[in-house]
């Protein structure tokens, strides 16, 4: 196949490159744009398979680059060049005295790239091969999945549904907080089930992701297709599906598709930030078979797993992480895993770029704007108790199976905050207050929430309640 090198920054690629760049240095701390985008470059682009490949000046960056951004630089080039995708792939190279500062030549393949409509009916028909449309991050496997009491049981069941893909848990429902892990898991199933059988049909998507190829073989003619695809695959993980609420079309395709998988035994794992009952906009029909199968949920990570997180990336990054500074990072940040990581990309970026090695004193500095004092960690009982003395009434009674006023209204109240204020699920609620089902909490939650945003009694008696818990 012909080739042609190109010297300059005048090719349409080039300046959609840049495009992208831009749009990223605009959005990042200025130290994280100089440290891991700003040496990036454009090495070669083959037309032919879309793939472009992107050099870099040491694995951490090309590490963190593929993890952090790739995405978001893919997803735009394809969009400024009007095809549906593009494949980014980095590459490290070390530079020599001799090339220090001359542009490295970048390769064009003469091939057109194709079309939206030949690209998906290319993916139709390859459907039955699996790994092109898995869609699957290989870094995420269970192995690099760090475990500790607040996933255990979702990580486990996670791994029986790999074991078992239709057979265990269909479908299997993760839902949690931001950050915490749930895209994680869907990958580290997918490549748990590729790993044991390479030709499976796997694939990874966002609930965006369906709806956008559904609006492609809409105008494009091609539902047939689209159909055949979709209903085709063994194991079909979809990630944040709260995100087809109100969505009337994608929900209508979705739903046949799901009765389609799970009628032929065909593995389906869901990810959201609620329960399927607590999704707004989304069909009833459909959050009834969200619950079909698993349920399972995923809470911020106690101390220890936190300190686990930050030794197991630093030891994969390759960089040392003293012990002080990985108890100081994990004290400041509870709830988030991709903050927590995020601080510790920040804090290693700083050491790089300042060449000093990573202490408390470095850590107090490069952090100071992430690093919030230490949240107050207020637990059921601590509800219960002030509470119960706000109404005057025993602890005992918020447990008791009597619903008269005097006994409800504070029940529902303490439901509410517990809800609020700790990472208790509503099964787990139901439990501190004497069995109660997780469907009594939801209520119970829903209708203090609601007396809050419009009656002031209560949210003054709630206020104060807080301010006790809270110290305030």
Known sequence: MEE?????????????????????????????????IKPLKVQSVDASSGEVVITAPSRLVCNHVDREFKSRLSSFIAKEMGISSIRLRFSV????????????????????????????EANAAISPEGAR???INPKYTFDTFVVGSSNQFCHAAAMRVAERPGL??????????????????LHAIGNA?????????????????????????????????FRNRMRAIELLLIDDIQFMCGK????????????????????????????????????ERLQTRFSWGLTADLQAPDFETRVAI?????????FALPEDVAHLISEKIASNVRELEGALTRLHAVSS??????????????????????????????????????????????????????????????????RKHTTCSYPEIGGHFGGRDHSSVIHAANVVAAKVGSDDRVRSIVSEIERRLTGI
């Not at 001799?98 to 079309?115: D, F, N």
């Open 193 to 225: 089930v590729l790993a044991r059988n390479p030709k499976a049909r796997v694939l990874y998507m966002s609930s965006e992701g369906f709806t956008n190829e559904l609006i492609q073989a809409l105008r494009h003619g091609t539902m047939n297709e």
């Open 310 to 318: 930050l030794k197991r990336k630093a030891s994969v990054e390759d």
């Open 248 to 283: 009337e079309r994608t929900q209508e395709e979705f739903f046949h598709t799901f009765n389609a998988l799970h009628d032929a035994k065909h593995q389906i794992v869901l990810t959201s930030d609620k329960l399927p009952q607590e999704i707004p906009g989304i069909e």
């Open 4 to 36: 042609a090198v190109v010297q300059g920054t005048g090719h349409a690629f080039l300046d959609v490159w840049q495009k992208g760049v831009s749009a990223l240095q605009s959005e990042l701390d200025p130290q994280i744009y100089i440290a891991y």
């Open 93 to 120: 190279v070390e530079s020599s005295p001799e090339s220090a500062g001359k542009p490295s030549p970048i390769v064009i393949k003469k091939v057109k790239l194709p079309t939206q409509r030949q690209e998906a």
């Open 133 to 135: 449309l898995s869609g």
């Open 353 to 418: 770029l300042q060449h000093v090695d990573i202490s408390m004193d470095l850590a107090r500095s490069a952090l100071k704007h992430i690093l919030q004092p230490k949240s107050v960690t207020i637990s059921v009982d601590d509800i219960k108790k002030v509470v119960a003395e706000h109404f005057s009434i025993k602890t005992s009674d918020m447990i008791s199976k009597r619903r008269t006023k005097n006994l409800s209204f504070p029940r529902h109240i303490a439901m509410y905050l517990c």
């Open 168 to 185: 265990s848990y269909n479908p299997f429902f993760i839902y949690g907080g931001v950050g915490l892990g749930k895209t994680h898991l």
